[in-house]
Nanobody, 115 residues
Framework: QVQLVESGGGLVQAGGSLRLSCLAS????????MGWYRQTPGHQREWVAS???????AYADSVKGRFAISRDNAGNSLVLQMNNLLPEDTAVYYC?????????WGQGTQVTVQG
């Protein structure tokens, strides 16, 4: 089992920044395929960014150049630094990781960007 707890969401003006954290109950080196997703009402959850254990990162085109994903191994946290936020970034943001071939999700954190 893995518990993932997101934090750092909130209300911000367009152009502002937020830093999301996903605290894992296990060492990050044991969790594969960690990434961030987001969802708005009436829409499917969409992938935002991922980082593999080796360090390679990938981003959705909509956030490339504005968001940065990283691992804080000492703190067992996956971090998403979000800069130059846009109103269309408003969503509930979820952290996901895989452990022993099962996917685990956090409860989500709300990000609201006022334009």
């Amino acid at each position: 089992q893995v518990q993932l707890v997101e934090s750092g969401g909130g209300l911000v003006q367009a152009g502002g920044s937020l830093r999301l954290s996903c605290l894992a109950s296990r060492d990050l080196s044991s969790i594969r395929g960690m990434g961030w997703y987001r969802q708005t009402p009436g829409h499917q959850r969409e992938w935002v960014a991922s980082q593999v254990i080796g360090g390679a990162t990938a981003y959705a085109d909509s956030v490339k150049g504005r968001f940065a994903i990283s691992r804080d191994n000492a703190g067992n946290s996956l971090v998403l630094q979000m800069n130059n936020l846009l109103p269309e970034d408003t969503a509930v943001y979820y952290c996901k990781g895989s452990y022993r071939n099962r996917d685990f999700w956090g409860q989500g954190t709300q990000v609201t960007v006022q334009g």
